[in-house]
């Protein structure tokens, strides 16, 4: 007997199987995604080869339970049999956009998120569209997206990395629902490690050179260029000056300030030192904000769309240039055992971690200023683009 109940389902949601009433089967092991949602379920059914029940036939919905609550959703993949049963696989709701394709008509819009979201669960996509994707503020779309060239996953994703943003498909029992929303920094969990933990120190700049275009071009006059500088004194005093450079000439005109306050924009938001993970996680070490124990086969408690952990290192030093004291991150990556009744945290490796994506990121989105004309009265008017 396991803590973690499975059934299966026909593709419609008819036909309930329960495989405990089948056979035994091992306590599965199932994960989470940030992006994403439900990713991955194992377990073993252990029923010889020859043993047949369309509980397992490839395709039907599998859910997993504990106590009323369903905490995890998703598909069946093709059981394999074995010495030791049938390996049973699935893959979860999260992962259910890859299946789809972005499909869309008109104009490229910020609304073309949702109409193409809508269309893919019209035709059968298992979510629920709990947000306005295209009001989202930051949602990226600098790029138009030809219809049907992505799946609604990669819509997502590219929509979401260039905003700071990021999306979740949270399992409810209103369905499995969809949330956009910008990376969370507020905790709602409390992760106490009692082994020694290290932190990973990424390489970055601390004095940015900034190619920028200084006037336009007038016809007679060819435009021209010039270059700014940004700096990260206390880093440079810390860890000796290191350079890089970043191109926002075609963006059009900016002055030296304008320039310089781009570029510091990186710097501010680069995070030199971050949570690696992974962290193993035993009963108990995992609580809510006031202390409670949470259960670690339950990823969606108390409503969360997703997990921030407060991490508190216990009798030991944080070392270095960390400084000491609670320091939270958001969970990328989550596994519970049920073999073991331990969980894997693996943090979430966000752009701030990583210079260089950070930096791409900023130039993609520096807002476009396009050139004044005048007008036939002679008055000056000015066309405004942005990204």
């Known amino acids: 007997m396991t803590g973690t109940q499975l059934a299966t389902f026909a593709p419609d949601g008819t036909q309930p199987r329960w495989l405990g009433q089948y056979g035994t089967f091992t306590p599965p092991v199932y994960s989470y995604t940030t992006p994403?949602?439900?990713?991955?379920?194992?377990?073993?059914?252990?029923k010889p080869a020859r043993y047949r029940t369309d509980a397992l036939n490839p395709g039907r919905l599998l859910y997993a339970y504990r106590g009323g609550t369903t905490?995890?959703?998703?598909?069946?993949?093709?059981?394999?049999?074995?010495?030791?049963?049938?390996?049973?696989?699935?893959?979860?709701?999260?992962?259910?956009a890859e299946d789809w394709r972005c499909i869309y008509s008109g104009a490229w819009t910020a609304a073309s998120f949702n109409t193409a979201i809508d269309g893919a669960i019209s035709r059968g996509l298992d979510w629920v569209r709990v947000t306005d994707v295209g009001a989202v503020s930051g949602l990226?779309?600098?790029?138009?997206?030809?219809?049907?060239?992505?799946?609604?996953?990669?819509?997502?994703?590219?929509?979401?990395?260039?905003?700071?943003?990021?999306?979740?498909?949270?399992?409810?029992p209103q369905g499995n629902l969809l949330t956009v929303y910008a990376?969370?920094?507020?905790?709602?969990?409390?992760?106490?490690?009692?082994?020694?933990?290290a932190r990973s120190i990424a390489s970055g700049p601390n004095a940015i050179y900034v190619r920028r275009q200084a006037t336009w071009d007038s016809g007679a006059t060819a435009a021209t260029y010039?270059?700014?500088?940004?700096?990260?004194?206390?880093?440079?005093?810390?860890?000796?000056?290191?350079?890089?450079?970043?191109?926002?000439?075609?963006?059009?005109?900016?002055?030296?300030?304008?320039?310089?306050?781009?570029?510091?924009?990186?710097?501010?938001?680069?995070?030199?030192?971050?949570?690696?993970?992974?962290?193993?996680?035993?009963?108990?070490?995992?609580?809510?904000?006031?202390?409670?124990?949470?259960?670690?086969?339950?990823?969606?408690?108390?409503?969360?769309?997703?997990?921030?952990?407060?991490?508190?290192?216990?009798d030991f030093g944080y070392g270095g240039e960390v400084?000491?004291?609670?320091?939270?991150?958001?969970?990328?990556?989550?596994?519970?055992?049920?073999t073991t009744g331990q969980a894997t945290i693996q943090p979430f490796e966000s752009a701030r971690h990583d210079f260089a994506t950070l930096m791409g990121l900023i130039v993609d989105s520096t807002p476009v200023r396009s050139k004044p004309v005048k007008s036939q009265m002679g008055r000056l008017h000015v066309h405004r683009g942005g990204k």
């Not at 990395?161 to 399992?171: A, E, F, R």
Request: with cysteine.
């Open 36 to 46: 994403g949602g439900c990713s991955q379920l194992t377990t073993t059914f252990a």
């Open 71 to 96: 905490v995890w959703k998703g598909i069946l993949d093709e059981p394999v049999p074995g010495d030791a049963g049938w390996a049973v696989t699935a893959h979860g709701a999260g992962g259910y």
């Open 140 to 172: 990226w779309v600098g790029q138009a997206v030809d219809s049907g060239s992505e799946s609604i996953g990669a819509l997502l994703d590219t929509g979401c990395h260039k905003g700071g943003l990021t999306w979740s498909v949270t399992t409810a």
């Open 183 to 197: 990376l969370p920094t507020a905790a709602n969990r409390i992760l106490v490690s009692t082994q020694p933990e």
């Open 226 to 314: 010039a270059t700014s500088v940004a700096t990260n004194a206390a880093d440079i005093a810390a860890h000796g000056r290191k350079e890089d450079f970043m191109d926002i000439s075609s963006a059009g005109v900016y002055t030296d300030p304008q320039a310089v306050a781009v570029a510091q924009s990186a710097l501010k938001r680069f995070q030199r030192a971050g949570w690696s993970g992974p962290f193993t996680v035993q009963p108990g070490q995992l609580t809510t904000q006031g202390g409670q124990r949470c259960d670690l086969g339950t990823f969606w408690a108390d409503g969360i769309t997703a997990m921030v952990c407060e991490l508190w290192l216990a």
């Open 323 to 338: 400084q000491g004291g609670p320091t939270s991150f958001l969970v990328g990556s989550y596994e519970y055992d049920g």
